[in-house]
């Protein structure tokens, strides 16, 4: 099946620093992929959606400058979190969707990057 | 945006059949209903999709009623590994692709 790839899963950084994380579609390619965020006990709340080759859009009351999505190939999307602040702290998924994928198709998810800012 | 609603939590002994269902009654014409499943600290994972009727695959069941306002996923005799977060997505078809917004989902817990 399809295979989507977060890394890292884990990092821990201080006040102040830049975060990359990278989704990567494995085995297909991806035109369009979703960045969510999930703060503990609580649901998958939707920041931005990134298509190959434009820019993101983001949801309201997510700071697009804060978080900087680039998604340069059909098979990576980046979400870098810069000047990353103690709130920021969370957990970060990312989902793709295949080319060519009919509009009822599922998402592919990846694992996830727990983020932790110090 | 369908919006979904979901019982909040659900507690079942092992071996049972689950029954977990979602409203959504303001799902539009070429929305398909989507269930997911999640663990602790992991992304979550497709389990069934369906549009009317009935759909069944090697883990569940996906009943839909006529009018599609809601749906019911069955897990046959749950086990301790499917103690998870279920989720009820309603997706919107723009632009081509299908824009998912997650509820609160339904924390599952499976008893010994």
């Known amino acids: 099946g399809a295979v989507v790839s977060q890394h890292p899963s884990r990092v821990i950084c201080k006040s102040g620093t830049s975060v990359k994380i990278e989704c990567r579609s494995l085995?297909?390619?991806?035109?369009?992929m979703f960045w969510y965020r999930q703060f503990p006990k609580q649901s998958l709340m939707l920041m931005a959606t990134s298509n190959e080759g434009s820019k993101a859009t983001y949801e309201q009351g997510v700071e697009k400058d804060k978080f900087l999505i680039n998604h340069a190939s059909l098979t990576l999307s980046t979400l870098t979190v810069t000047s990353a602040h103690p709130e920021d702290s969370s957990f970060y998924i990312c989902?793709?969707?295949?080319?060519?994928?009919?509009?009822?198709?599922?998402?592919?998810f990846g694992n996830g990057t727990r983020l932790t800012v110090t | 945006l369908a919006k979904t609603t979901q019982p909040i939590s659900m507690d079942s002994y092992e071996g049972q059949e689950v029954n977990i269902t979602c409203s959504h009654n303001?799902?539009?014409?070429?929305?398909?209903i989507t269930w997911y499943q999640q663990f602790p600290s992991q992304g979550p994972r497709f389990i069934i999709q369906?549009?009317?009727t009935k759909v069944t695959n090697e883990v569940a069941s996906l009943f839909i009623p006529a009018d599609r306002k809601s749906s019911t996923l069955s897990l046959p005799r749950v086990s301790l590994s499917d103690t998870a977060v279920y989720y009820c997505?309603?997706?919107?078809?723009?632009?081509?692709?299908?824009?998912?917004?997650f509820g609160i989902g339904t924390k599952l817990q499976v008893i010994p």
């Open positions: 085995d297909f390619q991806a035109t369009t």
């Open positions: 369906g549009y009317k």
């Open positions: 997505l309603v997706g919107l078809n723009s632009g081509g692709y299908q824009k998912v917004t």
């Open positions: 303001n799902i539009a014409t070429n929305d398909y």
């Open positions: 989902s793709a969707l295949g080319v060519g994928g009919q509009y009822n198709s599922p998402l592919h």
